[in-house]
C-alpha cells in the first residue's frame, strides 16, 4: 500500500472535511471505511491528521462511498463545535443523530459564508460614524440622528 503516500494534488486534503462528509452521511469510520475499501485505521489517521496526503484512489474511493466530489475534500473550510444543549424530552442525543445536527449547521454556516462573500454591492445608506462627545449628543439625540439619515418614521423600528 505505498500509493497512500502519494500526495492528491497541488490542494491540501482537508480532513475536516472528511469528517463533515461522513458525519453528513451518518456512518461509523468503520461504515465509511467499508464503503470506500480502506482500513478504519486508514480513515481515522486522515481524520486525526496523523497522514495528510492520502492517495488520488483514496480520496476518490471516500468521494463515491460518501456521494461528495472529490473538490469538497480540498476545501479550506473548517468546522465549528456547537455547544451542548438540553434535550427536555430526552436527557441524552446519541451521537449520531448530533453528529448529522453539526454537520448540517456546518454545511450551511460554509454556503452563507461564500453567498456573504460573494456580495460586493455597497449599502446605499452606511452606517455613520458619530462620536457622541464630539458632537456633545446624548443617546436620544444620536438615536434621532439616525432616524432622520435613513428617513425611519416615529415609532419602533
Do not use: C
Given at each position: 500500500?505505498?500509493?497512500?503516500?502519494?500526495?492528491?494534488?497541488?490542494e491540501?486534503?482537508?480532513?475536516?472535511?472528511?469528517?463533515?462528509a461522513?458525519?453528513?452521511?451518518?456512518?461509523?469510520?468503520?461504515?465509511a471505511?467499508?464503503?470506500?475499501g480502506?482500513?478504519?485505521?486508514?480513515l481515522?489517521?486522515?481524520?486525526?491528521?496523523?497522514?495528510?496526503n492520502?492517495s488520488d484512489d483514496?480520496?476518490a474511493?471516500?468521494?463515491?462511498?460518501?456521494?461528495?466530489p472529490?473538490?469538497?475534500?480540498?476545501?479550506?473550510?473548517?468546522?465549528?463545535g456547537l455547544?451542548?444543549?438540553?434535550h427536555?424530552?430526552?436527557?441524552?442525543?446519541?451521537a449520531?443523530p448530533?453528529?448529522?445536527?453539526?454537520?448540517?449547521?456546518?454545511?450551511?454556516?460554509?454556503?452563507?459564508?461564500?453567498?456573504?462573500?460573494?456580495?460586493?454591492?455597497e449599502?446605499l445608506?452606511?452606517?455613520p460614524e458619530?462620536?457622541?462627545?464630539?458632537?456633545?449628543?446624548n443617546?436620544?439625540?444620536?438615536?434621532?440622528?439616525?432616524?432622520?439619515?435613513w428617513?425611519?418614521?416615529r415609532?419602533?423600528?
Open positions: 500500500m505505498t500509493t497512500l503516500l502519494r500526495p492528491v494534488s497541488h491540501k486534503f482537508n480532513a475536516a472535511m472528511l469528517q463533515l461522513r458525519a453528513a452521511r451518518g456512518l461509523t469510520q468503520e461504515e471505511a467499508n464503503a470506500a480502506v482500513t478504519q485505521a486508514l481515522s489517521k486522515l481524520e486525526n491528521r496523523l497522514q495528510e492520502p483514496v480520496v474511493a471516500l468521494a463515491n462511498a460518501l456521494r461528495f472529490i473538490a469538497f475534500f480540498h476545501q479550506s473550510d473548517g468546522l465549528i455547544p451542548h444543549f438540553h427536555r424530552k430526552r436527557s441524552k442525543l446519541q449520531k448530533l453528529a448529522r445536527i453539526h454537520a448540517v449547521v456546518n454545511f450551511r454556516r460554509m454556503h452563507l459564508q461564500r453567498l456573504l462573500r460573494s456580495w460586493e454591492r449599502p445608506k452606511p452606517i458619530l462620536d457622541p462627545e464630539y458632537f456633545g449628543l443617546a436620544q439625540a444620536l438615536a434621532l440622528r439616525m432616524r432622520e439619515y428617513l425611519l418614521p415609532g419602533p423600528v
